[in-house]
């Protein structure tokens, strides 16, 4: 995987994987598929992709996939800003998600991906909004529902998930037996809640990093033992050490 920083609110990526594991990002994220077919899942959909293909992902949406081979892709990671500038700004209180799983080969995703190739910075924005221009939003405000508890531990972590967040504070925080929220958390994100709060902490990494943070205050700051256990960590989510996307934003 190789980063370019287009500007504060859109960061790229390019990426050939076979396989990765599950994990999240802290931004939106849209995948175009060049090259190859992957199957896909998250908490949200599960599917098999092809070349010419955009899919995607909402903030810390734990996803994986599997291509049986080799496959190629764009990712861009565009900010709540830069989704604002696409469709109706939200409040600071409200969520938007987007409901778009997959948007087959068409004329649109196959603009944005030859925008992609000649790396045209104007025509990859030009072409990704046209994307998300096409795709289908919701937003609403946070409610009481089954996936609660997952909910509220989400946001505690996402709030404060650069200290200690043992699976036992979570629980006596929001009042649960700590098995319950393991069992909770698990079933509604699909990942056990430690999991989560590392690669919260690698999400808030990777802004560092683009903010043009030198690693080891990244590491620090993003409350990680040490270096080493920072590259440990952004491996496992991204499949290259943090000095790839230092290098790649020219930091």
Request: proline fraction near 4%; include cysteine.
């Amino acid at each position: 995987m190789t980063f370019a920083l287009q500007h504060a609110d859109l960061l790229r990526a390019r990426a050939t994987a076979a396989d990765f594991d599950p994990h999240l990002h802290g931004t939106y994220s849209v995948v175009v598929v060049t090259n190859g077919t992957a199957h896909i899942w998250s908490s949200r959909w599960n599917r098999t992709v092809r070349a010419g293909d955009v899919f995607f992902f909402n903030p810390f949406e734990v996803h994986a996939g599997s291509a049986g081979g080799l496959a190629q892709y764009h990712v861009l990671y565009p900010s709540e800003a830069f989704l604002d500038s696409c469709s109706a700004a939200i409040r600071p209180d409200e969520i938007r998600t987007i409901r778009t799983e997959v948007m087959t080969r068409s004329r649109t995703t196959l603009h944005l991906a030859d925008a992609l190739a000649t790396a045209d910075d104007a025509s990859i924005e030009e072409s990704l909004r046209q994307v998300l221009r096409e795709c289908d939003f919701s937003v609403e405000s946070p409610v009481s529902t089954s996936a609660s508890i997952a909910r509220t531990v989400c946001d505690l972590v996402r709030q404060d998930g650069l200290r200690s967040t043992r699976t036992d504070d979570l629980a006596r925080e929001i009042g649960v037996n700590p098995s319950h929220l393991v069992r909770s958390f698990r079933k509604t994100i699909g990942i056990p809640p430690q999991t989560y709060v590392r690669q919260v902490r690698v999400a808030r990494a990777r802004e560092l990093i683009c903010a043009g943070f030198e690693l080891d205050d990244v590491a620090q700051m993003a409350n990680f033992s040490d270096q080493p256990h920072l590259t440990r960590e952004f491996k496992k989510v991204f499949g290259v050490p943090p000095g790839a996307l230092s290098r790649g934003v020219g930091r």
